[in-house]
């Protein structure tokens, strides 16, 4: 089981970035998504994540109307869409993989598979 985050940069307030994140050694249809950030200092935290099977999302409060995630099954990725960007939204971004049903935000359910991480710069 391996996942490869891409699509990190830097970006201006305002601006929009997709991510990417591929997989091998399994389908989505088995496992659940999430996608995390972390900022120097900080913890890591849960933004969005896709459910294995039926694909239920869920966002934090900060990712609700501006981040949307979606899934490629034949491309075995998963995509994170995120517009309006913040000074707060800078961070290295992770994905992870479990076969926790329904997916979540909380680093603990993904206790194995995570991809290397891709930066995200948000500034003026």
Excluded: H
């Amino acid at each position: 089981v391996q996942l490869q985050a891409s699509g990190g940069g830097l970006v201006q307030p305002g601006g929009s970035l997709r991510l990417s994140c591929v997989v091998s050694g399994f389908t989505l249809d088995y496992y659940s998504i999430g996608w995390f950030r972390q900022a120097p200092g900080k913890e890591r935290e849960g933004v969005s994540c896709v459910s294995r099977n039926d694909g239920r999302v869920i966002y934090s409060d900060s990712a609700k109307g501006r981040f949307t995630i979606s899934r490629d099954m034949a491309a075995l990725t998963v995509y994170l869409q995120m517009n309006d960007l913040k000074l707060g939204d800078s961070g290295v971004y992770y994905c992870a993989a479990e076969q926790v049903y329904p997916c979540t935000l909380s680093a603990d359910s993904y206790p194995y598979y995570w991809g290397q991480g891709t930066q995200v710069t948000v500034s003026s």
